[in-house]
């Protein structure tokens, strides 16, 4: 499951700023994202259609690397290791908010 393309659109401000800045602001995320363990995967799906593994697997995509190294930075630590201390089973409804935010992504699903 892809949680979205990589879409550019024409004369995007994003495409103008500094690979530094957008580096800084890039890791001060992530690093939000490594100290709020209690904001869950599912919900960060529900709410926005991403969550640390999609990031995690946009690192891989842009950094040529296999998807486990790119979660391991996103994460902090092995994917696996993570799950174990962070994860909880997603709800029935948690699942059905995250199909619908999703679906409002673009590209393919």
Known sequence: MSCSDDRTVPNDALDT??????????????RLLQHRSDAANIDLMGLA??????????????????????????????TAEWKARFHVAATPEQLARMEESMAKNPGPR
């Open 17 to 30: 700023l500094d690979d530094a800045v957008a580096a800084a602001a890039f890791r001060r995320l992530v």
């Open 49 to 78: 259609g991403f969550c640390r593994n999609c990031l995690g697997d946009w690192v891989a995509e842009a950094g040529a690397m296999d998807k486990e190294a790119g979660r391991a930075i996103v994460h902090g630590m092995p």
